[in-house]
């Protein structure tokens, strides 16, 4: 029997455009911007989008782009990635994927006002020092390790989150490849899925 031939995988990649993606509601306010709960409309799935002010102070800008520049180099189970990135008037729009239980500290606030078990503690320490090992590896500290950045899926995977005060062993602020003024070509940045 001739063996069906195997159709190529077709690499998808999220839109640049905002018109692509539908705002269902607020999940929180952070110091940089907003973040949103979407559904990216051609690819039928739910999203985080964190929509950063860039009218902010300038400082801001370094920190959208380190944490744009830091997540688009790294890919690992327990680091939030971002899916694409880019601008939308004067703000800029980080798709990721949506965590559903939300933060660590929003799952202890919310449901475990005596603290975590013992083994949850462990469950999520391990993961969170997978992602940290890794990052160790890749040249990067984090340096702002909190539950509140700890960002949990609603199988119960565990991603660490936020890379905006991060730094990297090996490069200075001004590394080649990044402008010092925001436009959109140096910041656009789509990942496949
Ligand atoms: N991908 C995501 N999925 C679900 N919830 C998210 C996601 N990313 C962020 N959040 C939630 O959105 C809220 C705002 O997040 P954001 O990272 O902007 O700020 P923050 O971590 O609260 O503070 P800071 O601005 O100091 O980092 C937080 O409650 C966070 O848990």
């Known amino acids: 029997m001739a063996s069906e031939e195997e ?43 964190k929509a950063i002010n860039l009218d902010q102070a300038s400082t801001d800008f370094n920190y959208v782009r380190r944490e744009a520049k830091t997540l688009s180099l790294l890919s690992h189970p327990n680091i939030l990635n971002a899916h694409c990135s880019f601008t939308v008037d004067r703000s800029f729009w980080v798709v990721m994927p949506f965590m559903s239980a939300g933060s660590l500290q929003y799952i202890i606030s919310s449901s475990f006002p005596d603290g975590l078990s013992e083994p949850c503690i462990a469950i999520v320490l391990k993961e969170t020092l997978r992602a940290l090992s890794y990052l160790h590896i890749q040249g ?12 949990v899926d609603s199988n119960g995977s565990v991603t660490l989150a936020d890379f905006g005060v991060s730094a990297s062993f090996y490069e200075s602020d001004s590394s080649p490849g990044w402008s010092s003024s925001p436009s959109s070509s140096s910041l656009m940045v789509s990942t496949p899925y």
């Open 7 to 49: 159709e190529p995988k077709r690499v998808q990649y999220y839109p640049l455009d905002s018109n692509s993606y539908k705002i269902l509601g607020e999940i929180g306010v952070g110091v940089t911007g907003v973040v949103f709960k979407a559904i990216c409309v051609p690819m039928d799935s739910t999203v985080a989008i």
């Open 140 to 151: 990067h500290l984090h340096r702002d390790i909190k539950a509140g950045n700890i960002l």
